[in-house]
């Protein structure tokens, strides 16, 4: 999967500004569980934070991991907080349409 353009990067970090994390990594990881919990709010929102409450050392490649498992981007990771964005894949479901298209 290509990166995501610096112009919606930044329209995505502004949109998440004010967004709650919905998804939490505790002591167990990143696990199936988690997994499934990003892949169905992804499917949902679009764009969702994911707080890592164990395992902060590690989290830029959990981070990582987590975009690679739920074929999405990740928008960026600040502090113990990772954004994460997925395109609704149906067009009448999309609810942000990025400054550039995406490939």
Same mark, same amino acid.
């Given at each position: 999967m290509q990166e995501l353009s610096k112009a919606n990067?930044? @329209?995505l970090k502004g949109l998440a500004h004010s967004m709650k994390p919905m998804v939490q990594?505790?002591?167990q990881g990143v696990t199936d569980t988690v997994v499934d919990a990003l892949d169905e709010v992804l499917e949902a929102h679009e764009l969702v934070k994911v707080k890592f409450i =164990?395992?902060? =050392?590690?989290k830029n490649d959990l981070a990582d !991991?987590? !975009?690679d498992r739920t074929r999405s981007y990740l928008v960026g990771v600040l502090g113990?907080? !990772?954004?994460? @964005?997925?395109q609704q894949e149906d067009e009448s479901k999309r609810n942000i349409i990025l400054k550039e298209p995406l490939g």
């Amino acid at each position: 999967m290509q990166e995501l353009s610096k112009a919606n990067r930044r @329209y995505l970090k502004g949109l998440a500004h004010s967004m709650k994390p919905m998804v939490q990594v505790g002591k167990q990881g990143v696990t199936d569980t988690v997994v499934d919990a990003l892949d169905e709010v992804l499917e949902a929102h679009e764009l969702v934070k994911v707080k890592f409450i =164990d395992h902060k =050392d590690e989290k830029n490649d959990l981070a990582d !991991a987590l !975009a690679d498992r739920t074929r999405s981007y990740l928008v960026g990771v600040l502090g113990n907080i !990772a954004t994460f @964005y997925r395109q609704q894949e149906d067009e009448s479901k999309r609810n942000i349409i990025l400054k550039e298209p995406l490939g």
